[in-house]
T-cell receptor
């Protein structure tokens, strides 16, 4: 059964800090890893990492996929209060997992002013 | 372009009743998948539809069912509601539901069973 584990489960920092969120996975027939940010209801897409695109960056956010270690990190530099949210990691796989995303538990990030 | 639309936004039902939730995907997207989100279990996959066919199903009882129409809109139905069915139900729209395409989520339907 596909499995995704995120750590830490929660994190409290102050504005300006840099944070690193972790995601590890055990899936058969890995295809891609996705990061989402969920503030109230709809998870919003951040990055998708695949075997052909293992590093992505957008502003203060960046993510790397380590195919050997079966893991990914999401970095947020110079955090702001608006970064407070749940960060979700999900994996897409082929085979019997076709068409579905397997999610980790999420990391709750709280940024204090 | 319009995003993923889920209706209704909130629902309160009584145990034993049934409920139908609706999801309209992004125009041109043919894959719709459904997820249940609870504080204890996180996001769990319910099922995925592509071109009116269910391609994959998660580990949920048969009380949970769904369908997709020719215009790609999808509905999910939960019969004989239980207190544990209280959750945020999210649907995700994708061009084809393939690994290298993105998934866009709707804002969800918050179901409360009393």
């Amino acid at each position: 059964e596909d499995k995704v584990v995120q750590s830490p489960l929660s994190l409290v920092v102050h504005e300006g800090d840099t944070v690193t969120l972790n995601c590890s996975y055990e899936v058969t027939n890995f295809r891609s890893l996705l990061w989402y940010k969920q503030e109230k209801k709809a998870p919003t897409f951040l990055f998708m990492l695949t075997s052909s695109g293992i590093e992505k960056k957008s502003g203060r956010l960046s993510s790397i996929l380590d195919k050997k270690e079966l893991s990914s990190i999401l970095n947020i530099t110079a955090t702001q209060t608006g970064d407070s949210a749940i960060y979700l990691c999900a994996v897409s796989a082929g085979g019997t997992s076709y068409g579905k995303l397997t999610f980790g538990q999420g990391t709750i990030l709280t940024v204090h002013p | 372009k319009a995003g993923v639309t889920q209706t209704p936004r909130y629902l309160i039902k009584t145990r034993g009743q049934q409920v139908t939730l609706s999801c309209s995907p992004i125009s041109g997207h043919r894959s719709v998948s459904w997820y249940q989100q609870t504080p204890g279990q996180g996001l769990q996959f319910l099922f995925e539809y592509f071109s009116e066919t269910q391609r994959n199903k998660g580990n949920f009882p048969g009380r949970f069912s769904g369908r997709q129409f020719s215009n790609s809109r999808s509905e999910m139905n939960v019969s004989t509601l239980e207190l544990g069915d209280s959750a945020l139900y999210l649907c995700a729209s994708s061009l084809a539901g393939l690994a290298n395409y993105g998934y866009t989520f709707g804002s969800g339907t918050r179901l409360t069973v009393v």
